[in-house]
């Protein structure tokens, strides 16, 4: 788990090249603090900063340099490292190290780019080959690990996070602000693939490789991996040989993620996730596992006496921080583009916590999203009925529920989930479901912001993503889809990016054994059934479960790992700034509605904006506002 950057640039627009790699990878420090390199060769530049997590001897540093010429930068585990490697050692390669990079250096050299297909693992990287004259870069296929890239004519660069492609003065000189990312922001609280919040910034999608040609100049994106071709394929019935099948794949994908030459522990807040993978972890683990909680003083977000009784259970050491104080400019900075996820408070809080302990931890991230985990998939089914009331019925039942429902700030209120739905009157199945997670609605967003930035915007609506998405698997039922959706989306762009992130700040390796693709491919694959079952979900993941942990776990609804966020820049409205972006006159009411979310994003975004004008970027308004189209 690293930190990556480099670029190309066969004309020599950059002056000074040693440095600028060196400013950038020093932008990445805290991706990884066991050591840093750079590499040059001709036009191609390379830098890298190191966790060191398989084979931490010197032999495993970064970048790292191929017998047969080609370079290497790359950030992630290859899980399977261990079988790839003999696998090519039959083939004839020989190894100096034991660390995956070189395994995946001899995997690109043996298959090109169909080694991706036998990657198993969380990946981003950017492969020289000074042979053919071609700079390869690849991201794993769900998108855990980030690739962010800045294309200018023949000059090409990237890096793990924005913050070190705005390093380079070129590329920060030309970094007007994306109308539409910003829609996209205030729309979902993240901002969807492959945009970035700047315009001359992209994302390399996840499943996607790229490949640069010194010579020409160009850039081809092409997608390696197709999830729809899973969530299309003829439904499997969820049967015994189906439910050993799944347990199967689960068990290995956490066994080859304890793969470390340095300590391991998991995370657990007591919920059925989180403490299903630490039972397989205390299960196939030859070592002592040690769990690690985020406790909460309000009751509705505390989870302590759940996941303590998990551990307790399993015969694990369990050890809890007491929530405090968070630093909203330093998680602000770490998320690198306007970032609002209530989780990111308790996101920051462990991952800091269990640094200091362990430099890897496994996690339960991607139930929800392949095993239709989230309420708001009963909500879908809720909805098939809704919109065959009356539309004066369903209007009057908003109304009500928007005068009688006062705002309760608890998590996961009943009065905020009513409200939402019931807000949903005339929309598609496929816009309400993205509807269930929006923060401001068009017409909001309208009121929110001045003339001349909604003027980049246009008639730009980020729900037409998730419309386009759902037309790529036409043909499934509607429960899969909508999996399918929230996996290129939510998952890709807000849980993948949080963990990726918050994790990194402290220097920590997240691995998932739910997101093993072999585990994904299987779930989309399922029945129906095999998620929902009347009002019990994730039934697959429960049936392993059951003979694991105590039945009260088991019994568990979703709960979420939200927090608090009173004296987070949250519930009490930011005063906006005067950069222009907004309308002075905006207010919002938090006696009239829950804020939560809303003013969440409104703080984080003005926290943000402050940071770019204490960094040097100058005041918002001399920034170009534009629309990459």
Known sequence: MCGLVGFADPDGVIQDPVATVEEMVATLAHRGPDGQGVWHGGAVHLGHRRLAIIDTS????????????????????????????????????????????????????????????RLIGMFAFALWDPRQGR?????????????????????????????????????????????????????????????????????????????????????????????????????????EDARHRFRELLEDAVRIRLRADVPVGCFLSGGIDSSTIAALVAR??????????????????????????????????????????ADLAAIVRHCDEPFADTSLLPTWQLNAAASRHVKVALS???????????????????????????????????????????????????DYRVRQFLASRGLSPERAHAWWRVVFSGREIRTLLADDVLATIGDYDPLCAFEAAFERVRGADFLNRSLYVDIKTWLADDILVKVDRMSMAHGLEVRSPL?????????????????????????????????????????????????????????????????????QCFRLDGLAEDITYKSLALGVLIKWLDLRRESGAGPERALSWSSTG
């Not at 989870?303 to 015969?315: I, T």
């Not at 909500?379 to 309760?408: C, E, H, N, T, W």
Request: aromatic share 10%; hydrophobic share 40%.
């Open 58 to 117: 010197d032999a495993g540093a970064q970048p790292m340099l191929a017998p047969w010429g080609s370079a290497i930068v790359f950030n992630g585990e290859i899980y399977n490292h261990v079988e790839l490697r003999e696998e090519l050692e039959t083939a004839g390669f020989r190894f100096r190290t034991r660390s995956d990079t070189e395994v995946l250096l001899a995997a690109w050299e043996r298959w090109g780019p169909d080694c991706l297909d």
């Open 135 to 239: 700079l390869f870069l690849a991201r794993d296929r769900l998108g855990k690990k980030p690739l962010y890239l800045c294309q200018d004519g023949r000059f090409l660069a990237f890096a793990s996070e924005p913050k070190a492609l705005l390093a380079v003065e070129r590329i920060r000189r030309r970094a007007g602000l994306d109308g539409r990312a910003l829609a996209d922001f205030l729309t979902l609280g993240y901002v969807l693939s492959p945009k970035s919040i700047y315009s001359n910034i992209q994302r390399l999608p996840a499943g996607c490789w790229a490949e640069y040609g010194a010579h020409s100049g160009t850039l081809r994106i092409q997608e390696y991996w197709k999830l729809e071709e899973h969530v299309l394929a003829h439904r499997m019935p969820y049967d």
């Open 284 to 325: 196939v683990s030859k070592q002592p596992m040690r769990a690690f909680c985020v406790g909460f003083a309000e009751s509705s977000f505390d989870e302590r006496a759940h996941a303590r009784r998990v551990a307790d259970h399993l015969g694990i050491e369990f050890t809890v921080l007491e929530s405090g104080g």
């Open 364 to 414: 339960g991230d991607g139930a929800d999203e392949i095993l239709a985990g989230y309420p708001t998939y009963q909500a879908d089914r809720l909805y098939r009925f809704y919109r065959r009331v009356p539309q004066p019925i369903q209007a009057a039942l908003d109304g009500l529920a928007r005068r009688a429902l006062k705002p309760s700030y608890r998590k996961l209120s009943l």
């Open 515 to 583: 997101l093993d693709h072999r585990v994904v491919e299987f779930a989309l694959r399922l029945e129906p059934a095999a998620k929902i079952r009347g009002t019990r979900q994730k039934v697959a993941l429960r049936d392993v479960a059951a003979p694991l942990l105590p039945s009260a776990t088991l019994k568990r609804g979703k709960q979420g790992f939200g927090a608090p966020t009173t004296g987070f820049g949250a519930v009490a409205p930011p005063a906006l700034d005067s950069s222009g972006l907004f309308r």
